[in-house]
């Protein structure tokens, strides 16, 4: 577990810190992809002691090892879904990546109406062609940031083709040597997210409390770690609205692979609430539960600017300490709630 977190959140933020250190990139990169660099870094630390804490407490581990070979099946499965699908991120790629791609005429015309204040499409367009290299995708997404209130929309309508070609797999799949090595490193952080969350919904299930230990301390470690996932929706419903909005002029909530998520995290929440009433009938728990577990998704969808300020675009480094603190304390809450309780058991 301890090298799955170290994997997860150390590897690839410390790998796009140390790989675009020099041009700051990195800080950029931080701001617009939070659900997959910041989440792991503030959030994912005190999830898996949290998990760890109720293993612990688990008697019988067989069942765990079964119903973990499982788990990693499916989210390998994911992994190789998400890592054929389109809406790549900018830091997949090196500084080098180039490639051209033969698109339909309609689409060249499209692409033609980009203003030069983003691009030079004289410099792009090669008859049937459209030649796309790292530093135009990633220069002129900064410039569209800027000015992208002066456009029109055919303009607009044009960069978002660019974008979506750009960074399409399909674009890139028969090309040699475009990948960074954050790339392997966003892989193994998202296989890591997408199995330890699956592990936390399937040890809320699985136990009796005859398998436990102590079945109180058992239930508020899992509401802890539950929370701390669920602290993902937000990041990720801000890269959603408005990432890809800046990207590809999307606005969906959820994205293709977010099904999951929302079918998930109801689950944990419904299901850490009634476990918490039936074994302690503690309110104080259940209310912070229910409002920390309803509020962080709801703030992602009408409060997009909450969290553009706290770890999105005009976030600082200041702002992802605090979410930190939050998280530990949101930890220590439930942590102290749980040995509370298990004395006056």
Not at 20 to 30: K, N, V
Request: aromatic share 16%; proline share 3%.
């Amino acid at each position: 577990m301890i090298v799955a977190w170290l994997l997860a959140a150390i590897g690839l933020p410390l790998s796009i810190y140390c790989e675009f250190i020099e041009s700051d990139t990195w800080l950029f990169y931080f701001r617009i992809y939070p659900h997959m660099i910041l989440f792991p870094l503030l959030f994912l630390g005190a999830a898996f002691v949290s998990i760890y804490q109720a293993l612990i407490l688990v008697v019988n581990k067989q069942e765990i090892a079964r119903t973990t070979a499982v788990i990693l099946c499916l989210s390998t499965w994911l992994l190789c879904i998400e890592l054929t699908s389109d809406n790549m991120m900018l830091f997949e790629f090196n500084q080098t990546a180039s490639t051209t791609r033969e698109v339909p005429v309609e689409i060249i015309e499209e692409i033609k109406k980009i203003p030069n204040i983003i691009i030079d499409t004289n410099k792009i367009i090669n008859k049937k062609k459209i030649i796309i290299n790292k530093t135009d995708i990633e220069e002129s997404f900064k410039k569209y940031i800027k000015h992208n209130s002066k456009l029109e929309e055919k303009e607009k309508k044009g960069y978002y083709e660019f974008m979506k070609l750009s960074l399409s797999y399909q674009t890139w799949k028969s090309t040699k040597q475009w990948s960074s090595f954050n790339r392997w490193l966003y892989a193994s952080s998202f296989f890591i997210i997408v199995t330890g969350s699956l592990i936390n919904i399937s040890l809320i299930f699985l136990h009796s409390r005859q398998q436990l230990r102590n079945q109180s301390q058992y239930i508020y470690h899992l509401a802890v770690s539950s929370l701390l996932f669920i602290a993902w929706m937000p990041l990720r419903i801000y890269y959603n609205i408005s990432t890809n909005n800046l990207l590809f002029g999307s606005d969906l909530v959820i994205g293709n692979m977010d099904i999951f998520a929302w079918i998930i995290y109801p689950i944990y929440l419904i299901s850490i609430i009634l476990k918490i009433h039936k074994i302690r009938q503690d309110w104080i728990a259940i209310v912070m539960v229910s409002i920390i577990g309803i509020f962080l998704p709801l703030i992602g969808i009408f409060k997009t600017k909450w969290i553009d300020v706290t770890f999105g675009l005009h976030s600082t480094p200041v702002t992802w300490i605090v979410g930190l603190f939050i998280g530990w304390f949101i930890f220590y809450v439930f942590n102290q709630r749980a040995k509370h309780q298990s004395h006056i058991s």
